[in-house]
């Protein structure tokens, strides 16, 4: 069980942009990767956005004028949490 669930971060790291904490794999790759179906993906990327887990960066148009994309963004918390 271990060994695969460091297989499945490598997997996750592959897509990432460590410097920003920007991940870039398509739904339908992370459900195939993981075995699930893109819409259980959908379900808890929205309860990780409402935990405060990831946040959503505004899509923004291209040169073209059509919209890119969502994009997702790890939030980093403090290791040194007191117990207040």
Avoid: C, H, W
Avoid at 61 to 70: D, L, P
């Amino acid at each position: 069980m271990k060994e695969a669930l460091i297989n499945k971060q490598k997997n996750i790291n592959g897509f990432m942009m460590i410097e920003n904490n920007i991940a870039f794999p398509s739904l339908k790759r992370l459900a195939a990767d993981m075995g699930i179906s893109v819409n259980t993906i959908v379900v808890y990327r929205n309860i990780l956005v409402i935990y405060g887990l990831i946040k959503k960066i505004i899509r923004r148009k291209n040169e073209n004028g059509s919209y890119q994309s969502s994009m997702y963004q790890l939030v980093r918390f403090d290791n040194n949490l007191s117990n207040e």
